[in-house]
C-alpha cells in the first residue's frame, strides 16, 4: 500500500511540475494596428483568465511601429515573442527572428499559404492572419433582369458573353455591363494598379519572380488587351472619354443602377451598402477573367501585408505560449469573433463569416480551393512614376491609339524606372 501511494505521489508531482512548466511560458505581442488595441487588450485579457498565461500587448503608435520594434526586440529576455512583419523587407531585416511555423497546430490551422512570407528553404516564417481583395463586383439582382446567373459565369469567354448581350440590349434593359473605367486620378489606379495586376501575377507566376525583377517581358499584356477592350466597348462612357471619367462616377453609375459591373475591392461594400442603400443579397464579387488557360480556378485578387512572426529567440517556453495563444486565437469563439470583426476574413478553417459578402466570396473561392491571384503590382519599381506613363498611353489608345504603346510603357516603362529607382 505504501508503495502505492508513494507512486501515486510521484505521478502527482510529475504532474504538478508539467503544469507549472508549461504555466512558466508567457506571451508579448507587439501589435501594428492601434485602431484594433482595445480589441487586443480584451481577447488578452480573456487568455489570461481561461488559462492564468500572462498575454501583454504593447500597441505602437502609429507611423512607429518599425522604430518600435527594433528598441523592444533590444530587449533580450523581455523581448515581444510574437511581432508584425508583413513584407519581403520586413523578413530581410526580421528573418533572423522568425521562427519556422511548418507543423505547428496553428499553422495547420491556414487555408492557405498565398499570405505567407517563406525563407530560402521554405521555412513558413511569417502567416498572414488577414487580408483584401479585389475583382469585378457584381449586381446580382441586375444580372438576373438580364437573364444570367453568377454561376454561369467562371471565364473569360463567360463574362463576354453576358457582358456584350447586357450592352447591346442596354436600352432595353436600363442599364449598361460595366461602369466607365476613367483614367482621371480618382479612377486610374484601379487599371494602372488593381487591373494591371493580372497580366504581372501571371508573367511572375510562370516565371517563379519572388523579388522586385529588372525587366519584364509583358508575356500576359494580350489578356490586359483582352478585358480593357471589354471594360471600355460594353460601358455608357465613350472610350473617348475616359480620360476625365472620375471614381465617384463609377461608383454612382453601379449604386444607381446603372451598370451591373463594377471592378473594385472589399473596400467598397461599405459605400455599396450604406450610401447607395444596395442590399448585400443583390452583391458579389467575381475573379477579373481576361483569358488565361485555366483561369475557371482562379480566385479573387488578394493581399496583405499583416502577417504574424513567433521571435525564435524567445525561450522555448515563451514560444510555445505563443503558438498556443495564436491557435486559441484562430480557433476559438472569442477569438475568431474579434478577428472578423477587427479584420474581417481571416484564411483560418474557423474564420467566422463577415458581414461585408465580398470578403465571404473570396474565402469562398479559397475554401473551393482556387488559387489565389496575389498582388505582384507591389513589385512595381518607381509605382507612381511607372503608373503614370501606363495611363497616359491607356487613355492615347482608349481614345483610338496604339497598343503598341501600351505594351511599351509597361514593358519598357518597368526597366526605365527600375533603373531610375
Not at 487568455?47 to 500572462?54: H, K
Not at 442599364?175 to 493580372?198: I, V, Y
Not at 517563379?208 to 509583358?218: D, H, K
Not at 478585358?227 to 471619367?245: G, H, K, R, V
Request: hydrophobic share 40%.
Amino acid at each position: 500500500m505504501k508503495k502505492l501511494f508513494a507512486l501515486v505521489l510521484v505521478l502527482a508531482l510529475a504532474l504538478m511540475a508539467c503544469v507549472a512548466s508549461a504555466q512558466e511560458g508567457k506571451v508579448y505581442f507587439l501589435n501594428f494596428k492601434p485602431e484594433a488595441d482595445e480589441a487586443w487588450q480584451a481577447l488578452a485579457a480573456t487568455y489570461t483568465a481561461n488559462t492564468g498565461v500572462e498575454v501583454k500587448v504593447v500597441t505602437a503608435a502609429s507611423g512607429t511601429y518599425s522604430e518600435t520594434l527594433t528598441a523592444e526586440m533590444g530587449k533580450g529576455d523581455a523581448a515581444p515573442t510574437l511581432f508584425q512583419c508583413g513584407n519581403k523587407a520586413g523578413l530581410d531585416t526580421w528573418g533572423e527572428y522568425c521562427l519556422d511555423l511548418t507543423g505547428t497546430d496553428f499553422y495547420n490551422e491556414m487555408t492557405t499559404d498565398e499570405f505567407n512570407l517563406f525563407g530560402e528553404n521554405g521555412e513558413a516564417l511569417c502567416a498572414g492572419y488577414c487580408y483584401e481583395a479585389f475583382g469585378i463586383i457584381v449586381n446580382k439582382d441586375l444580372l438576373a433582369q438580364a437573364g444570367y446567373d453568377i454561376s454561369g459565369i467562371t471565364d473569360f469567354a463567360s463574362l463576354k458573353a453576358v457582358a456584350e448581350d447586357i450592352h447591346a440590349r442596354r436600352d432595353e434593359l436600363g442599364f449598361d455591363a460595366f461602369t466607365s473605367s476613367g483614367m482621371d486620378g480618382s479612377s486610374s489606379w484601379r487599371f494602372s494598379g488593381h487591373l494591371a495586376n493580372m497580366p504581372l501575377y501571371y508573367e511572375f507566376r510562370d516565371d517563379g519572380v519572388t523579388e522586385q525583377p529588372a525587366t519584364i517581358t509583358g508575356a500576359y499584356l494580350d489578356a490586359f488587351k483582352n478585358i480593357w477592350d471589354l471594360y471600355i466597348n460594353n460601358a455608357s462612357t465613350e472610350p473617348s472619354q475616359l480620360s476625365t471619367a472620375t471614381g465617384d462616377q463609377a461608383a454612382a453609375e453601379f449604386g444607381e443602377g446603372k451598370a451591373a459591373f463594377y471592378q473594385n475591392g472589399t473596400w467598397e461594400y461599405a459605400n455599396l451598402t450604406g450610401n447607395f442603400g444596395i442590399p448585400a443579397e443583390n452583391l458579389a464579387m467575381i475573379p477579373i477573367y481576361c483569358g488565361v488557360e485555366g483561369e475557371d480556378k482562379a480566385g479573387l485578387c488578394c493581399g496583405t501585408e499583416n502577417c504574424w512572426a513567433v521571435n525564435v529567440k524567445a525561450s522555448e517556453a515563451d514560444q510555445q505560449a505563443t503558438l498556443d495563444f495564436l491557435y486559441w486565437v484562430v480557433t476559438s469563439d472569442e477569438g475568431t469573433t474579434m478577428m472578423a470583426e477587427q479584420f474581417g476574413p481571416i484564411p483560418f478553417k474557423a474564420a467566422k463569416a463577415s458581414d461585408n459578402v465580398f470578403f465571404n466570396d473570396a474565402n469562398a473561392y479559397i475554401a473551393q480551393g482556387n488559387y489565389v491571384v496575389s498582388w505582384a503590382f507591389n513589385y512595381t519599381p518607381n509605382v507612381d512614376a511607372w503608373r503614370a506613363g501606363v495611363v497616359a498611353a491607356m487613355t492615347q489608345y482608349s481614345a483610338g491609339g496604339s497598343w503598341d504603346d501600351v505594351v511599351s510603357a509597361f514593358v519598357d516603362g518597368w526597366a526605365v524606372q527600375y533603373n531610375n529607382q
